[in-house]
């Protein structure tokens, strides 16, 4: 029952404290939310703040870089629990994926759930006799917060999950709206490190009205903890995102299949000059590691989504390649863009520090191709002579380029270099 703060039940006159604020709050007709669904829609703080809106409200310093960890609903969906969360943080260290930047773990629970699996979820779908949200037991045995403190031992941070809404997309637990203030001090309270926030079961209210309430609840609590946004861009997220989260997704979810990876890529990319440090477009998270593609396939933000406990070699070659991670990395902080299309190929690119630039060589095709990168397409002058560096293969090429490069490429294959002029 922790975070519960006043709630301890042995003490009867904080009970009758307790009690006494629930009478304050209307009462629900639906009785498995009813101390939650009671909160007014809006208050005079948020009214007041409400003009002020176009000043950044997200000033914790977070995301400086694109977050890198381990989200959980990938692979495990709802069934997740306490002994996975703790393994997972223990095959983190051990793989030394750690110590390349993977340091999130984060409790995951989302839609498209039904109730049978709501057992193993995180929480529980009535609230504690404040109304605070109350871990299960039989999921997390120890409390959220001894699971934080693990975690925190092991040098990681810990995220979770909840939802801008009545209810969580499950429906298996309550949202945060109306409660924004109390689940952020709850969150913080437990060691909370990152909020992923969700759009189901609303109100009807316009996502740009309801998420910078959690925002300035997070700020109150006094614990940074980084806002990723998941409205699934229904309101353009990326437009007014950088001033309520520290990231915002721009799809709805992804799936382990070639055609969702690659749709996020595209519509990601429009919105590529938003994303800058602090706050950074999110396609949602890795697939790699789960089997539905081939490993030439997988491409995507530097969220694990997989069994960290049991990765194959070939995933390890994928998500733990450091000259990769480099650029993901980047304390420039800009996004690549498609500079070049003709059919199934197609060229990206980007800018890093050091005056050198990001290539991605991208064959969508059924077979086999030539692709061409041409310096005019990327920011280099056209006689200018450039150094590649091969990612993948973890080589600088002997061949000096002018003007352009070409690769030759398997279907859905890409390559990656990063090039510098040196002439």
């Given at each position: 029952?922790?975070?519960?703060?006043?709630?301890v039940?042995v003490?009867v006159?904080v009970?009758?404290?307790?009690f006494?604020?629930?009478?304050?709050v209307?009462?629900?007709?639906t009785?498995?939310?009813?101390?939650?669904?009671?909160?007014?829609?809006?208050?005079?703080?948020?009214?007041y703040h409400?003009?002020?809106?176009?000043?950044?409200?997200l000033?914790?310093?977070l995301?400086?870089?694109?977050?890198?960890g381990?989200n959980s609903?990938?692979?495990?969906?709802c069934?997740?629990d306490?002994?996975?969360?703790?393994?997972?943080?223990?095959?983190l260290?051990?793989?030394?994926?750690?110590?390349l930047?993977?340091?999130?773990i984060?409790?995951?629970?989302h839609?498209?759930?039904n109730?049978?699996?709501?057992?193993?979820?995180?929480?529980l779908?009535v609230?504690?006799?404040?109304?605070?949200?109350v871990?299960?037991?039989?999921?997390?045995?120890?409390g959220?917060?001894?699971?934080?403190d693990?975690?925190?031992?092991?040098g990681?941070?810990?995220?979770?999950?909840?939802d801008?809404?009545?209810?969580?997309c499950?429906?298996?637990?309550p949202?945060?709206?109306?409660?924004e203030?109390?689940?952020?001090?709850?969150?913080?309270?437990?060691?909370?490190?990152?909020l992923?926030?969700d759009?189901?079961?609303?109100?009807?209210?316009?996502?740009?009205?309801?998420?910078?309430?959690?925002?300035?609840a997070?700020?109150?609590?006094?614990?940074?903890?980084?806002?990723?946004?998941?409205?699934?861009?229904?309101?353009?997220?990326a437009?007014?995102?950088f001033?309520v989260?520290?990231?915002?997704?721009?799809?709805?979810?992804?799936?382990?299949?070639?055609?969702?990876?690659?749709?996020?890529?595209?519509?990601?990319?429009?919105?590529?000059?938003?994303?800058?440090?602090?706050g950074?477009?999110d396609?949602?998270?890795?697939?790699?590691?789960?089997?539905?593609m081939?490993n030439d396939e997988?491409?995507?933000?530097?969220?694990?989504?997989?069994d960290?406990?049991?990765?194959?070699?070939?995933t390890?070659d994928?998500?733990?390649?450091?000259?990769?991670?480099?650029?993901?990395q980047?304390?420039?902080?800009?996004?690549?863009?498609?500079?070049?299309?003709?059919?199934?190929?197609?060229?990206?690119?980007?800018?890093l520090t050091?005056?050198?630039?990001?290539?991605l060589?991208?064959?969508?095709?059924?077979?086999?191709?030539?692709v061409?990168a041409?310096?005019d397409?990327?920011?280099?002058?056209?006689?200018?002579v450039v150094?590649a560096r091969?990612?993948w293969?973890?080589e600088?090429?002997?061949t000096?380029?002018v003007?352009?490069?070409?690769?030759?490429?398997?279907s859905?294959?890409?390559?990656?270099?990063?090039l510098?002029?040196?002439?």
């Amino acid at each position: 029952m922790e975070g519960r703060g006043c709630c301890v039940v042995v003490v009867v006159l904080v009970l009758m404290l307790c009690f006494l604020s629930l009478m304050m709050v209307s009462v629900s007709a639906t009785s498995t939310s009813t101390t939650r669904m009671s909160a007014t829609k809006k208050n005079s703080e948020y009214e007041y703040h409400m003009e002020k809106l176009r000043i950044n409200l997200l000033v914790n310093g977070l995301g400086l870089t694109p977050p890198m960890g381990w989200n959980s609903w990938n692979h495990f969906n709802c069934k997740i629990d306490e002994k996975t969360i703790k393994e997972t943080a223990d095959a983190l260290i051990s793989t030394g994926l750690a110590k390349l930047g993977y340091t999130y773990i984060n409790i995951d629970k989302h839609r498209h759930l039904n109730f049978l699996m709501e057992k193993l979820c995180w929480g529980l779908l009535v609230v504690g006799i404040c109304g605070n949200l109350v871990p299960k037991k039989s999921a997390f045995p120890s409390g959220i917060k001894a699971v934080a403190d693990y975690v925190h031992s092991k040098g990681l941070k810990l995220g979770i999950y909840s939802d801008a809404g009545y209810y969580t997309c499950s429906r298996t637990m309550p949202g945060s709206l109306g409660h924004e203030d109390q689940d952020a001090k709850n969150f913080a309270s437990w060691g909370i490190d990152y909020l992923k926030y969700d759009n189901c079961y609303n109100d009807g209210s316009k996502p740009i009205d309801r998420y910078p309430v959690m925002t300035r609840a997070l700020m109150k609590a006094g614990r940074p903890i980084f806002l990723s946004l998941c409205e699934w861009g229904d309101m353009h997220p990326a437009l007014w995102g950088f001033n309520v989260g520290n990231s915002w997704r721009a799809t709805n979810d992804i799936s382990d299949n070639w055609q969702s990876m690659v749709s996020r890529i595209d519509m990601n990319e429009v919105y590529a000059d938003f994303a800058r440090p602090g706050g950074w477009n999110d396609p949602d998270m890795l697939e790699v590691g789960n089997g539905g593609m081939k490993n030439d396939e997988y491409i995507a933000p530097l969220l694990l989504g997989c069994d960290m406990r049991n990765m194959t070699k070939e995933t390890m070659d994928i998500v733990a390649n450091q000259e990769v991670i480099a650029v993901n990395q980047d304390p420039l902080g800009v996004q690549a863009k498609k500079v070049r299309m003709e059919g199934n190929h197609e060229v990206w690119a980007g800018p890093l520090t050091g005056y050198r630039i990001a290539l991605l060589l991208f064959n969508r095709g059924s077979g086999p191709a030539l692709v061409t990168a041409h310096w005019d397409d990327i920011g280099i002058p056209p006689n200018s002579v450039v150094e590649a560096r091969d990612l993948w293969e973890h080589e600088t090429l002997k061949t000096r380029f002018v003007g352009n490069l070409t690769a030759t490429m398997a279907s859905h294959a890409c390559k990656m270099y990063v090039l510098k002029p040196i002439a």
